[in-house]
C-alpha cells in the first residue's frame, strides 16, 4: 500500500514544463476571447494610471532621475505579466526597495545600481529554476508585517524633506536617528508653498478615496497640484526644476561596466535585491491568490522576476518586483489575466512618449504627498495591532523586525525575524507534547457504544469535512491554504475540524481567515469544529468569529447546528 501512494504521488508530480509554464499561455490556451480583452484593456488603462505618478516618485525616492521608474514599469513590468506564474501580478518599482536602491546608488552610483540590478535577476533566475521559490513561503506573517511597517517609517522619513520643502545644511543622513536629527536643524527653512502642495496632494487623495474611490485619486492629486504651482506661481520644486523634465523616448539596451571586481563590490546589494524582490513578489502574488481563489507558481514567477529585472537594467530602469497596491488595483478592476498587465506597460510608454513634457510641471511635494499616502497604507495598522495583542511570542518577532528595519538593515530584519520565528515554533512544539497516564502500548478492543448510526454523516453532498492534523504553524500553511481553496466547490458547508491540532500560530490563522472570507463570498456556511481554548482565541484575534464562521465543540455538534431550523 504504501509502495502505491509512493508512486501515486511520483505520478502527480508536476513536470517542469508544467511548473514553468507562463500563465499567460495557460490563458490563452483556455480561451481568450473580445470580452476577456475588453476587461484586460480597462484594467490596463487603470493601473498605468496609478502606476505612472508613483513610478516617478519611487525613482525620486531611490535617489534616481524620474524616468529610470517609467523605464522599470514599462520593461520590467511588461515581462513580468508575459513570463510570470500568476494572472494578475502588475510588476514595476516597489516601494520597498527605495531604502536598498537609495543605499547602492550612494555607495557605488548608477552605474552600480544597474549592474547589481543585473546580477540580483541571475540570482533570481537561478532560485526559481532550482525551485526555491517554495521555501519563502515559509518567512512568519509576524515577519512579513513588521517587515513592511519597518519599510513604511523608513519610506516616509526620507519624504519630510520635500514634504515641507526643507533645505538641510548637507546630504541628507540615510540612518533614521542622524536623519531626523538633521531634519530638526533645519526646521527653521520649511517652504510654505511646498507644504501647501504636499497637504492639497494628501487631501484631494483622502477625500477621492472616501468619496468617489473609482476615480484615479493619485493621478487626480498630482494634476491639481500642478495646476496650483503653474496658475500662482507657487515656489515650489518640479520635476522640470530639478531634472530638466523627462525623456520621450525609451533609451538603448546597454550593458553597464562589468568586471571582476566591481560585481564583487555590488554583490551584498544584489543579493539584498534578490532577496527583497523575491519576497515582495510572491507576497504580492499570493494577495492576488486571496483576492481572486486562483493560484500562482512561485517558481515561474521568480523566473518572470529574474529576466525582468536583467531587461529592467539594460534599458536603464531600477528593480523591478510585483507590486501588491498595483496588483490589487488590477484585480478589483476586473482584469481576466496577465494581458492586463501588458496592456499597462504600454499604455505607460505611450503616456511618456505623448506626454511627457507636461511631467516637467510636477511639483516634488505633491510626488511625495503620493508617497505618504502609499507609506500609510503598507503599515497594517490592524494586523500589527492584532499581532501586538495575540500572542507575546509572535509580538516578539513583529518588534524584532520592525525595529531592526527601521534602526539596523533590512536584511538584518527578515533574518533575525525568521530567527526567532523558528524559536518560537520549537518552543511551542516542544510544550504541545502531552504524556498521558495508564495508556497501554497496544490498547484495548472495546465495545459498540449504544448508538444509531446515521447515514448522512457519510453522505450528506451539501456537507464536506476537512481535518487538520498536527501543527498548523507557518511551514504548514501553504499546504493546508492550498487545501482550503476548494471550499466553495460545489457544495454549501464547510466543517473544518480542528479537534488534533496541538496550536495555531498568526500565519495559521491569516490562512483560515482569508478561507472564511473566500467561503462568506461564496454562499458557503464555515464551521470550525473542536478548537481548543487557545486556538479559538487565536482565531477570533484575528477576526474569525461571527458571522464569518460558527464554532462547534466536535463534529456531530457542527452537524447539529446544520440541521437546526436556523441552521
Known amino acids: 500500500m504504501d509502495q502505491v501512494r509512493r508512486t501515486n504521488h511520483q505520478q502527480a508530480r508536476p513536470t517542469f514544463a508544467e511548473l514553468f509554464t507562463p500563465k499567460l499561455v495557460t490563458v490563452l490556451r483556455e480561451g481568450y476571447t473580445a470580452a476577456h480583452f475588453r476587461a484586460d484593456a480597462i484594467a490596463g488603462l487603470t493601473v498605468a494610471i496609478v502606476a505612472l505618478p508613483l513610478s516617478m516618485a519611487i525613482a525620486i525616492a531611490s535617489g534616481v532621475t524620474p524616468e529610470r521608474g517609467l523605464y522599470t514599469s514599462i520593461v520590467g513590468g511588461f515581462i513580468i505579466s508575459a513570463l510570470g506564474g500568476s494572472r494578475f501580478q502588475i510588476g514595476g518599482p516597489a516601494g520597498a526597495f527605495i531604502v536598498l536602491v537609495a543605499a547602492t546608488v550612494a555607495r557605488v552610483g548608477v552605474d552600480g545600481l544597474l549592474l547589481a540590478t543585473m546580477m540580483a535577476g541571475v540570482f533570481l533566475l537561478a532560485i526559481g529554476y532550482l525551485r526555491l521559490g517554495t521555501y519563502i513561503k515559509f518567512i512568519p506573517y509576524p515577519v512579513t508585517v513588521g517587515f513592511t511597517a519597518g519599510i513604511a517609517v523608513i519610506i516616509f522619513s526620507g519624504q519630510i524633506t520635500e514634504l515641507f520643502g526643507l533645505t538641510l545644511a548637507g ?38 478615496k472616501r468619496w468617489r474611490p473609482k476615480w484615479p485619486a493619485m493621478l487626480i492629486a498630482i ?277 488534533a491540532v496541538p496550536f495555531f500560530d498568526s500565519t495559521a490563522a491569516n490562512v483560515i481567515e482569508g478561507a472564511a472570507h473566500k467561503a462568506r463570498r461564496a454562499g458557503v456556511r464555515f464551521i470550525i469544529a473542536g478548537a481548543a481554548p487557545q486556538t479559538r482565541r487565536m482565531l477570533i484575534n484575528h477576526g474569525v468569529k461571527r458571522p464569518l464562521v460558527t464554532y462547534a465543540a466536535s463534529i456531530r455538534d457542527a452537524r447539529a447546528q446544520l440541521k437546526a431550523p436556523d441552521g
Open 223 to 499: 494634476g491639481l497640484a500642478s495646476l496650483a504651482v503653474a496658475l500662482f506661481a507657487l515656489p515650489a520644486e518640479t520635476i522640470g526644476t530639478r531634472y530638466g523634465g523627462i525623456p520621450r523616448s525609451l533609451q538603448w539596451p546597454a550593458f553597464p561596466p562589468i568586471g571582476i571586481d566591481r560585481m564583487v563590490d555590488v554583490l551584498p546589494d544584489a543579493v539584498a535585491f534578490a532577496l527583497l524582490g523575491a519576497i515582495e513578489s510572491l507576497l504580492s502574488a499570493v494577495v492576488a491568490d486571496g483576492m481572486t481563489g486562483r493560484r500562482h507558481r512561485s517558481n515561474c514567477e521568480l523566473v518572470a522576476q529574474g529576466f525582468a529585472n536583467i531587461a529592467s537594467a539594460l534599458f536603464g530602469g531600477i528593480c523591478a518586483t510585483g507590486t501588491i497596491a498595483r496588483t490589487a488595483t488590477n484585480v478589483r478592476a476586473g482584469a481576466h489575466g496577465p494581458v492586463a498587465g501588458m496592456v499597462h506597460s504600454a499604455i505607460l510608454l505611450v503616456l511618456m512618449l505623448v506626454a511627457a513634457p507636461l511631467a516637467s510641471y510636477i511639483p516634488l511635494a505633491a510626488l511625495a504627498g503620493v508617497l505618504a499616502v502609499v507609506c500609510w497604507n503598507m503599515f497594517e495598522k490592524q494586523a500589527f495591532a492584532t499581532l501586538l495583542r495575540t500572542s507575546s511570542g509572535d509580538a516578539l518577532v513583529l518588534m524584532a523586525t520592525f525595529l531592526i528595519v527601521v534602526f539596523r538593515d533590512l536584511t538584518e530584519g527578515i533574518v533575525v525575524g525568521f530567527a526567532l520565528g523558528s524559536i518560537l515554533f520549537i518552543d511551542r512544539m516542544a510544550k504541545s507534547i502531552a504524556v498521558e497516564a495508564d495508556q497501554p502500548l497496544v490498547p484495548d478492543d472495546i465495545a459498540d457504544r449504544a448508538s444509531t448510526y446515521d447515514s448522512s454523516e457519510a453522505s450528506d453532498a451539501d456537507t464536506v469535512v476537512y481535518r487538520i492534523s498536527g501543527a498548523f504553524f507557518f511551514g504548514a500553511a501553504s499546504t493546508v491554504g492550498t487545501v482550503l481553496d476548494r471550499i466553495a466547490d460545489q457544495r454549501k458547508n464547510f466543517i473544518l475540524d480542528c479537534s
Open 171 to 208: 546630504k541628507e543622513p540615510g540612518p533614521l536617528v542622524p536623519k531626523l536629527m538633521a531634519l530638526s536643524e533645519a526646521a527653521g527653512t520649511i517652504n510654505p508653498a511646498a507644504t501647501f502642495v504636499a497637504v492639497l496632494t494628501i487631501a484631494t487623495i483622502v477625500f477621492l
